[in-house]
T-cell receptor, first 114, second 115 residues
Framework: AQSVSQHNHHVILSEAASLELGCNYSYGGTVNLFWYVQYPGQHLQLLLK??????LVKGIKGFEAEFIKSKFSFNLRKPSVQWSDTAEYFC????????????FGAGTQVVVTP | DGGITQSPKYLFRKEGQNVTLSCEQNLNHDAMYWYRQDPGQGLRLIYYSQIVNDFQKGDIAEGYSVSREKKESFPLTVTSAQKNPTAFYLC??????????????FGPGTRLTVT
């Protein structure tokens, strides 16, 4: 069965530090990839997505992610975080042949200290 | 405003009772989904529906039931057969297009506590 692995469960960093969250998946076929974010008290919302094309995708709020097919990875990055980036981040994968079924990682809780 | 509404935000039930969680969307999306979120486990798919009057089991459907009588509505019933019902439940929807997955939009969630 396919799975999605997020490397860190909790990350604490200071404002202006760089952030990188790892995401690996196990599936041999073609996939669609997503990063979602859940800010405290808010809806889960889409940060960015990859369907095809340029493996470096840019999302909202200065986030970007790189799809490395050979490593089955889709890591999320932000060069300089702000206190408002404190949230839980979820990687999600959907094989293109399994319509509508997103497989989520366990999530990474990110706390940015002032 | 277009979006997904879930009600209520908090729900408390006694063990052995069935409970129905509401999910409504006005995005004109064909597909709707129910997830369960538990700490440290991410989101797990309970049921999904691609079109009215049709739905499929997700990864953890046991103890749950759904209906899809209207495009806008996808209620989830947590039955007494669900062994561990206390959780945060999220409803989502997406445009349905043959051969292409669109991103899912999420509602605010319902936190169910069963004692």
């Amino acid at each position: 069965a396919q799975s999605v692995s997020q490397h860190n469960h909790h990350v604490i960093l200071s404002e202006a530090a760089s952030l990188e969250l790892g995401c690996n998946y196990s599936y041999g076929g073609t996939v669609n990839l997503f990063w979602y974010v859940q800010y405290p008290g808010q809806h889960l919302q889409l940060l960015l997505k990859y369907f095809s094309g340029d493996p470096l995708v840019k999302g909202i709020k200065g986030f970007e992610a790189e799809f490395i097919k050979s490593k089955f990875s889709f890591n999320l990055r932000k060069p300089s975080v702000q206190w408002s980036d404190t949230a839980e981040y979820f990687c999600a994968v959907s094989p293109t042949d399994s319509w509508g079924k997103l497989q989520f990682g366990a999530g990474t809780q990110v706390v940015v200290t002032p | 405003d277009g979006g997904i509404t879930q009600s209520p935000k908090y729900l408390f039930r006694k063990e052995g009772q069935n409970v129905t969680l509401s999910c409504e969307q006005n995005l004109n999306h064909d597909a709707m989904y129910w997830y369960r979120q538990d700490p440290g486990q991410g989101l797990r798919l309970i049921y999904y529906s691609q079109i009215v009057n049709d739905f499929q089991k997700g990864d953890i459907a046991e103890g749950y039931s759904v209906s899809r009588e209207k495009k806008e509505s996808f209620p989830l019933t947590v039955t007494s057969a669900q062994k561990n019902p206390t959780a945060f439940y999220l409803c989502a929807s997406s445009i349905s297009a043959s051969g292409r997955l669109h991103e899912q939009y999420f509602g605010p969630g319902t936190r169910l506590t069963v004692t």
